[in-house]
């Protein structure tokens, strides 16, 4: 059983940035795609960002050029490095891992950013 705990979140002003990580235990990151999802009061959760186990990157367009997802092996940890932060960027933020072959998901239990204006 995989379990992923999220860290890194709080309160920012607008412009600031924060670094989520995703710390796994379990199973071996590089078996995964891991990916960052944020819901925010009132919305249906979003994808943001995924990482494949080759190193391939997508983005929400809304975070493109601001937001780099990673993830360390060697740590099993998965971040999400958030610049240029914007109100609208509030939510609860979700780490999840997808296995490549079997497809199980696993979720984290989130973690609350909030950018004040």
């Known amino acids: 059983q995989v379990q992923l705990v999220e860290s890194g979140g709080g309160l920012v002003q607008t412009g600031g940035s924060l670094r989520l990580s995703c710390a796994a235990s379990?199973?071996?990151?590089?078996?995964?795609?891991m990916c960052w999802y944020r819901q925010a009061p009132g919305s249906q959760r979003e994808l943001v960002a995924l990482i494949t186990p080759g190193g391939g990157t997508n983005y929400a367009s809304l975070v493109k050029g601001r937001f780099t997802i990673s993830q360390d092996n060697a740590k099993n940890t998965a971040y999400l490095q958030m610049n240029s932060l914007k109100p609208e960027d509030t939510a609860v933020y979700y780490c999840c891992g997808r296995h490549r072959i079997s497809g199980a998901e696993f979720w984290g239990q989130g973690t609350q950013v909030t950018v004040s204006s």
């Open positions: 379990g199973s071996n990151l590089s078996l995964y795609v």
